[in-house]
């Protein structure tokens, strides 16, 4: 179908949405917004991506715009701060770059370049002013992104966060087993898994610089606050594995929902993507009332102290944002050049990555 959606332009623009992956709850629910600094952050993360030797300098120019990176983050976290959100753009650009890199090294055979990458950003993201001037772009720029990102709220924070990506990058070094090895993982170890290669925890403790507040452990834990987040996470995962899930078992892929529903499970194609889609919908209605228990909550913390008033008030702003993920990873999903497979000389080669096999040192 056709929708308008409010993108990278300052008018709407139509965007053709297939039928199998149109969600109209989406579009008429859940209302678009962009940050107003996003023309400043398409600009500030191009340049980034250029500095840090993340992407190659003509790539850049071809496809960082089209890519519609700074848009994801930008319709996500409205109510960062300018610089906040820069970081947090940049960190993202970088988590795509690291992800085409992972697939590279699967795809060329490269588990040696693969470990040596994994340990070093490890070692990294724990110190990461002693990385700065890394040769290796990747180890560098997630040195620069988390550096900066470390700079807005307490080391308590910082720990958190750094904890939450450690697992992140485990999680990837699962998958890369799992993809050179062809293990299609059951449903339940998919979904395990997936939660920590979308990388549910590091984006909801996103939400917190964006707030300005560090939030304590009996907000964050809270039921109310916490199945709010992790439907707007899981929605994201499994919409992503939707409209991916043609793309990935022409690539022979195994990590893909539909694709353990499918081995595991015993469904066809079209039963495995009428499962997805019901479960991507089932998030968005379970997400609404969610969002009212957990408004509820944030209702409930202004006890009438000033500590309590703005405690409320950053819940509220962290709700606020998690229901703008919905609407931004819909939309980002049919504007990315990342997801337009058809235009590509080769869909399994994605025209923005480096592709040179010889990538060993």
Not at 170 to 197: K, Q, S
Request: overall charge negative.
């Amino acid at each position: 179908m056709h929708a308008l959606s409010h993108g990278t332009t300052s008018k709407p623009t139509t965007v053709l949405v297939p039928q199998a992956l149109s969600l109209p709850v989406i579009e008429a629910a859940f209302s678009r917004r962009l940050h107003p600094y996003w023309p400043r952050l398409q600009q500030e993360t191009r340049a980034w991506l250029l500095e840090k030797r993340l992407m190659q300098p003509d790539k850049v120019a071809e496809y960082a715009d089209g890519l519609c990176y700074t848009d994801l983050m930008a319709g996500y976290y409205t109510d960062a701060a300018d610089e906040v959100l820069q970081a947090i753009a940049d960190y993202s650009a970088w988590f795509f770059v690291w992800d085409d890199r992972h697939d590279r090294d699967i795809v060329h055979g490269r588990p040696a370049a693969w470990r040596r990458l994994k340990d070093l950003l490890h070692t990294a993201l724990d110190s990461p002013t002693e990385h700065l001037r890394h040769e290796d772009p990747l180890v560098a720029g997630l040195a620069d992104s988390v550096r900066r990102l470390y700079s807005f709220l307490p080391d308590t924070w910082n720990a958190r966060f750094a904890r939450h990506f450690h697992t992140v990058i485990e999680a990837y070094d699962r998958e890369f087993h799992n993809r050179t090895e062809g293990i299609v993982p059951t449903v339940e170890e998919y979904l395990e898994l997936r939660r920590l290669t979308f990388a549910h925890w590091i984006w909801t403790d996103l939400l917190e610089p964006s707030a300005g507040c560090e939030l304590p452990d009996a907000v964050r834990k809270d039921p109310s606050y916490r199945k709010a987040a992790l439907l707007s996470q899981e929605f994201a995962a499994w919409y992503n594995d939707l409209c991916s899930l043609p793309k990935e078992i022409a690539g022979h892929e195994v990590h893909n929902l539909g694709i353990s529903l499918i081995v595991h499970e015993g469904l066809t194609l079209e039963e495995a993507v009428t499962d997805v889609r019901r479960r991507v919908e089932e998030c968005i209605t379970e997400f609404l009332d969610a969002e009212k228990n957990a408004l509820k909550f944030a209702d409930s913390l202004d006890d009438g102290t000033v500590g309590g008033k703005e405690m409320g008030a950053a819940v509220r702003v962290c709700l606020g944002n998690m229901r703008n993920w919905f609407s931004s990873v819909y939309w980002f999903h049919h504007e990315s050049g990342r997801y337009m497979v058809d235009s590509w000389d080769d869909r399994s080669t994605p025209p923005y990555v480096n592709n040179e096999a010889a990538g060993e040192k």
